[in-house]
DNA sequence: ATTAATGCAAATTCTTTGCACTAAA
DNA sequence: TTTAGTGCAAAGAATTTGCATTAAT
């Protein structure tokens, strides 16, 4: 799978959602997709252009996220990252070392859901899970070193 | 459980630490106790102890966090709450429809993490989950307003 | 032409800092 | 006494809002 869906697929949902496709919105897109970072900050799109307001680039990270473009990843620190959504419900890898952030899909956390309404009568409507620790090449990288 | 532990409890923890006593500590606690939900902001704190500063207000909601007398929740919002943790690893099970907050230990998110190491490489250090739903409580109230 | 979207600057919210002062040990 | 802890007011950061202006359709 690409890093990101192509320009013209993101175009075409904000055209069947009425929206404008305008230049700001465009070059968010492009900022984002220009990062060397698979991750990026409301700062960093700010800095990349300085000719769009900030208060766009807040409504514009907002409507994508919406939009499920983008999904939001919250760092360890409590810092708000952003990047490409993969679309649907997902959860993040964040790996302490390198910063690199994998998505995880696989993982039923449904199953846990579902026990946990069983045994205590709550239902899960959604849920946020966040993972920090240390990615696959981050271990290689420190056996090789060693 | 009682719902929070004595204050001599955490007195004691401070001390064995060798940190003090004081009055503004001894207020955010009972502060923290007299409130009629399970869980509070620093919001909260704050205006019930005008004579406290707001400064030493969040160093102490810090401070107690950092000691786990406290544990942070992050509501569906973005916005953070505060609640006496029932110490050691868990989770939240916040309620849409009454805002409780109830907490969550017995399910094995472990498990889940062991599978994510075997199948990619990725060793979890830690984790965040917080859950989004109705609690039992708020689906007897509905079945009974029917 | 219409009106959604933008840019700017000011306002908000939440939290932290610097520093002289106070009180716990 | 000593020095950790406090209060104040000011500084920050991250975001949001109001409103006149601009540009996409």
Redesign the interface.
């Given at each position: 799978m690409a890093k990101h869906p192509s320009l013209a697929a993101v175009v075409q949902r904000l055209e069947d959602r009425g929206l404008r496709v305008t230049a700001p919105r465009l070059s968010v897109l492009a900022a984002a997709a220009a990062g060397a970072e698979d991750q990026f900050s409301a700062e960093d799109i700010e800095s990349r252009l300085p000719q769009v307001g900030r208060a766009t680039i807040f409504r514009t990270l907002k409507l994508l996220v919406e939009m499920d473009v983008f999904c939001r990843v919250?760092l360890?620190d409590g810092n708000l990252r952003y990047r490409w959504s993969r679309r649907g419900h997902h959860h993040h890898?964040i790996?302490?070392s390198c910063g690199a952030i994998?998505d995880?899909t696989?993982?039923?956390?449904t199953t846990?859901?579902q026990?946990?309404a069983r045994?205590?009568?709550?239902?899960?409507?959604?849920?946020?899970?966040?993972?920090?620790?240390?990615?696959?090449a981050c271990?290689s990288r420190a056996a090789v070193s060693q």
């Open positions: 919250l360890d890898l790996c302490d994998e995880f696989g993982c039923d956390v846990l859901m026990d946990l045994r205590t009568g709550f239902t899960a409507r959604g849920h946020w899970l966040e993972v920090y620790g240390r990615c696959a271990h």
